[in-house]
């Protein structure tokens, strides 16, 4: 099992490796999630009762990979299971350890944010990128969707809360930085995913309907392809 996760967070899993995925994969990955999600906020005097119980992060994966699964689904694809998302998803959650390191224990306030930035942007490009290996594997679906599907959930995150004024959620949701003001560098990159998430999402949703028509259609010709 670890030199299954291993590869998966190597980008070198297989779709056939994705397929075997067992509930034993999954509790891993529960695991995973639920001790990363503890580690996150473990000295952050501000995070909620589920921040601090890593319950937040496991409720997280659930919605998070029912909204991949959805959008995913109306694009038909064989053996699209919800119940492999989810696996999938959890096994993502380890790279977030990073999280945990408290680097404003031992580095000044300005140090430790440019350095939780740092972790930001690597763990969440890590993820990305993971998502868009599973979907590009899993789906065998054209680059330009897969990166479409790989951008929305983020970008419909992002400024869903943003429209709902959740700033200390979008945080939460991106890494759980730490000591953050509306002064510090974090700061700037919230706002900065902000508009691009902004700029985004329309074109994104039009693209996402234009691959569910041509896979619709595309699908119809196959069938008729195959019946006698």
């Known amino acids: 099992m670890l030199e299954t996760v291993l590869r998966l967070l190597t ?3 297989t779709r056939d490796e994705l397929l075997n995925l067992t ?3 999954f509790i891993a990955g529960l695991i995973g999630t639920w001790l990363v999600g503890i580690g996150r906020y473990w000295d ?10 890593g319950l937040g992060s496991v409720i997280y994966i659930f919605l998070l990979s029912l909204f991949i699964w959805l959008i995913v689904k109306p694009l038909r694809v064989d053996n699209w299971h919800y119940g492999t998302v989810l696996t999938f998803i959890s096994l993502t959650s380890f790279p977030a350890i990073f999280y945990a390191i408290p680097v404003e224990q031992f580095t000044p306030l300005a140090t430790a944010n440019r350095i939780n930035v740092w972790f930001l942007a690597i763990v969440a490009a890590w993820r990305l990128g993971l998502l868009f290996y ?10 330009n969707y897969i990166i479409t599907i790989t951008l929305m959930p983020i970008c419909l995150i992002i400024s869903t809360l943003t429209v709902l004024n959740l700033q200390r959620a979008v945080f939460d949701i991106m890494g759980g930085l730490r000591n953050a003001t509306p002064h510090d560098g974090a700061y700037a990159v919230l706002v900065a995913l902000t508009v691009v998430s902004a700029v985004l999402t329309l074109p994104l949703l039009l693209v996402y309907c234009v691959a569910i028509i041509r896979r619709s259609e595309q699908r119809k010709k196959e069938k008729q392809y195959v019946e006698p």
Do not use: M
């Open 44 to 53: 952050d005097a501000g995070a909620s009762l589920l921040q601090h119980t």
């Open 11 to 13: 980008f070198r899993i």
């Open 134 to 143: 599973f979907l590009r594997v899993f789906t065998w679906l054209g680059v």
């Open 23 to 25: 509930r034993k994969h």
